[in-house]
């Protein structure tokens, strides 16, 4: 199985898809890096390098956009991944607004987004699942 | 099969450990907002509903050709990923006892590798439907010949 194959357009290049990847995952462990050393209440460089958190998800919905006509389940990805960051901002601001061991109310509205996210995945697969079904048990 | 077997077996016990401490987590919480009580129920419901439509995914179209078996098990993988991060952030947000940076770190590696994952599965899909041309266009051309033959 090759994770890069060659695809021809409307997909990027495989060297283009390539650095997407790349950029996703500096900019994830970036953020990973920023909320370990950030301190909520304070501002810092490290709060900065925090707000990266929908960034991936947004490197993602790029690669995905010019694919998102070749079929309904990547239309589906794109919104999922949409509603995913916005998600992750959410809880970026309940981080930030968290006094004490209770979760503000930006906890419970990111679970809508989140929801709604993991439902468009869900629909995403059953929908290429069964158009693929198609090439097996076409009937006539 | 063992391959498969292999993911179910992963699958169940990644569920059973947040199911069971996620219960535990409720139970034992003194203080807390009331919303938690149906809201951890429900984002539950929906994760699972996302794991098992890849797993439908993954047997019902593994065998189709390289890129489906790709797309199925980056889809499979990307979403034990999602259970996985959402179990680490109730822990980290809820649970005292796990309110530690190094959890917080290990919620947003899983919450990255699983939309990664789900994205790079997206690309596959879309790879295999290109390969073939797009399905609703083949159904439209097929009956498309079966209403010129009614016509004539």
Known sequence: MVLYGEYSPPFHAKSTRILFDIAFWVVALLHILGDYLSVPGTFSFWTIIDFLKPIPQWIMIAQLWNIQRIHPSIEKILIGLALMSLGGILLLINKFAHVGPTPTVYFMIAAIPFCLGYLCYALSFIKAATDSADEIFRLG | ?152
């Open chain 2, 1 to 152: 099969m063992g391959k498969r077997i292999l993911y179910v077996i992963i699958f169940l016990a990644v569920v059973a450990f947040a199911m069971v401490r996620l219960c535990k987590l409720i139970a034992d919480l003194p203080d807390t907002h009331p919303f938690l009580t149906w809201q951890l129920p429900i984002h539950t419901t929906f994760l699972l509903l996302e794991v098992l439509a890849a797993l439908f995914y993954f047997f019902t179209c593994y065998h189709l050709d390289e890129y489906h078996n790709y797309a199925t098990v980056l889809a499979v993988l990307g979403s034990i990923f999602a259970v996985m991060s959402d179990d680490f952030l109730v822990h980290y947000t809820l649970n005292s006892s796990w309110h530690a940076k190094g959890w917080s770190a290990l919620f947003l590696l899983t919450y990255h590798i699983a939309d990664f994952l789900i994205s790079k599965s997206g690309v596959k899909t879309a790879a295999y439907f290109n390969s073939r041309g797009r399905p609703y266009d083949r159904i439209q051309n097929y009956f498309g010949d079966f209403h010129i033959k009614v016509g004539k």
